[in-house]
């Protein structure tokens, strides 16, 4: 069974551009988690989404956005790119539902800002 | 005070050496503990998971959860080169309406065994 996968691996933008990264979760997963690693602040959790909704949010700014479409495949978006928005972008997909099962992470997007 | 807290080391240990990593937790809330292993360049890879307070052990690691101090542990035997990784505590619970909550991860410990 493939892995989640996440494009592009690497991105470098500069100020006040926006990106979007894609996650392609494994097959039969219907929740996408994202989350941000940067080594001050660590693991950060982004938002969730599950069957094309959001259904959990981090305390992050409103720049940073997401969505999920109907095959579970889900993209984030950040607009209006700052220095510190300079992190490893990284992608988990579970089953969902309301047992716990575990997230499988992707290799990231790593994001550089300039 | 952060919900989780690990120290970040790095931690340095000669091959076959027993490793301790530690996690404190504030919120008794949280039910689900795990500790994830992320080589360089690599996402996290989930080692353990426990939900009671006690030991579980997978081969060489054990994963420990006390409950009542809000501490949780992942002890390594016979440390190998191998292991050498960062290793993250994350926390977790259950949402009012049943789904899973995100994971909380605490800022990882970097550990290097040599040979």
């Known amino acids: 069974k493939a892995g989640v996968t996440q494009t592009p691996r690497y991105l470098i933008k500069t100020r006040g551009q926006q990106v979007t990264l894609s996650c392609s979760p494994i097959?039969?997963?219907?929740?996408v988690s994202w989350y941000q690693q940067t080594p001050g602040q660590g693991l950060q959790f982004l938002f969730e989404?599950?069957?094309?909704?959001?259904?959990n949010k981090g305390n992050f700014p409103g720049r940073f956005s997401g969505r999920q479409f109907s095959n579970s495949r889900s993209e984030m978006n950040v607009s209006t790119l700052e220095l510190g928005d300079s992190a490893l972008y990284l992608c988990?997909?579970?089953?969902?539902?309301?047992?716990?099962?575990?997230?499988?992470f992707g290799p990231g997007t790593r994001l550089t800002v300039l | 005070q952060k919900e989780v807290e690990q120290d970040p080391g790095p931690l340095s240990v000669p091959e076959g050496a027993i490793v301790s990593l530690n996690c404190t937790y504030s919120?008794?809330?949280?039910?689900?503990f795990m500790w994830y292993r992320q080589y360089s360049r690599k996402g996290p890879e989930l080692l353990m998971y426990?939900?009671?307070?006690g030991n579980k052990e997978d081969g060489r690691f054990t994963a420990q959860v006390d409950k009542s101090s809000k501490y949780i542990s992942l002890f390594i035997r016979d440390s190998q080169p191998s292991d050498s990784a960062t290793y993250l505590c994350?926390?977790?619970?259950?949402?009012?309406?049943?789904?899973?909550?995100?994971?909380?991860f605490g800022k990882g410990t970097k550990l290097s065994v040599k040979p």
């Open positions: 919120n008794s809330a949280f039910q689900y």
């Open positions: 426990t939900y009671s307070s």
């Open positions: 989404y599950f069957s094309e909704t959001q259904r």
């Open positions: 988990a997909s579970r089953p969902g539902g309301q047992t716990y099962n575990e997230q499988f």
């Open positions: 097959s039969g997963h219907r929740s």
């Open positions: 994350a926390i977790s619970r259950m949402n009012y309406g049943g789904s899973q909550g995100n994971l909380i």
